[in-house]
């Protein structure tokens, strides 16, 4: 039986799930540590994410070491680790991400990059494989489907990603960590959206100490 295609997200209470555009291309090279730009946008996006970075499961899968919080935070991060087989991102989701993650990449499933360019396989320690994927994010989502089996599909990100599968009404289901932060403006992950295709029906919601967990069923309209 086929898993489910979702995606999990943190939000900001108005609506926003990064701050602006990365302000310079190569965003984590050292010399760019000083850039006024750079840490603002670090600052933001380490406020956004605040709830994970204390979790005993974001500790163990970035090999930070032991120890970290248990709870349903940490419950909610392991369970969407568990449940999912494959992963689809965009391709500015990967250039980012290639500069920033550990030389074990912390997915340890296939992950299939939707690109317009061709790329051999790139294989991590730990399980990541990343394929690229040049014929639209239909065929991309067909791969990853195969690849997790039993298990679910995460659209991983970035925004326009995510927002393309939910316009074609491919994903099933999606969950928004509601932060309490204001960012007033950055990217909203919903401007943009069919609402003309997409219903939605209210799965779940759990608060904890931090942050809300809130789970969607997404419905043709």
């Given at each position: ?17 990064a701050p602006d555009s990365v302000p310079v291309d190569d965003f984590f090279a050292p010399d760019k540590r000083d850039d006024p730009d750079v840490q603002r946008w670090m600052a933001q996006w380490t406020e956004l994410q605040q709830w994970a970075f204390p979790l005993r499961f974001f500790r163990e899968n970035l090999k930070l070491g032991e120890g970290g919080e248990e709870g349903r ?149």
């Amino acid at each position: 039986m086929a898993g489910k295609v979702f995606f999990s997200v943190t939000m900001s209470l108005d609506g926003f799930i990064a701050p602006d555009s990365v302000p310079v291309d190569d965003f984590f090279a050292p010399d760019k540590r000083d850039d006024p730009d750079v840490q603002r946008w670090m600052a933001q996006w380490t406020e956004l994410q605040q709830w994970a970075f204390p979790l005993r499961f974001f500790r163990e899968n970035l090999k930070l070491g032991e120890g970290g919080e248990e709870g349903r935070d940490n419950d909610i991060a392991r369970e969407t680790f568990e449940r999912t087989g494959a992963s689809v991102m965009g391709r500015r989701m990967f250039d980012l991400g290639e500069q920033a993650w550990p030389e074990e990449a912390p997915f340890h499933t296939p992950v299939f990059v939707v690109t317009h360019t061709k790329r051999d396989p790139w294989e991590r320690p730990g399980g990541t494989t990343f394929h690229f994927v040049n014929d639209g994010i239909e065929h991309a989502l067909d791969q990853a489907r195969k690849a997790a089996g039993d298990r679910d599909v995460r659209i991983a990100g970035g925004g326009a990603t995510i927002l393309e599968y939910l316009n074609a009404g491919l994903v099933d289901e999606f969950s928004i960590t509601l932060s309490p932060v204001l960012f007033g403006a950055g990217a909203r992950l919903f401007d943009g959206v069919d609402a003309t295709r997409v219903a939605l029906e209210p799965v779940r919601a759990e608060p904890s100490s931090r942050v809300t967990h809130l789970t969607y069923a997404v419905r043709p309209r």
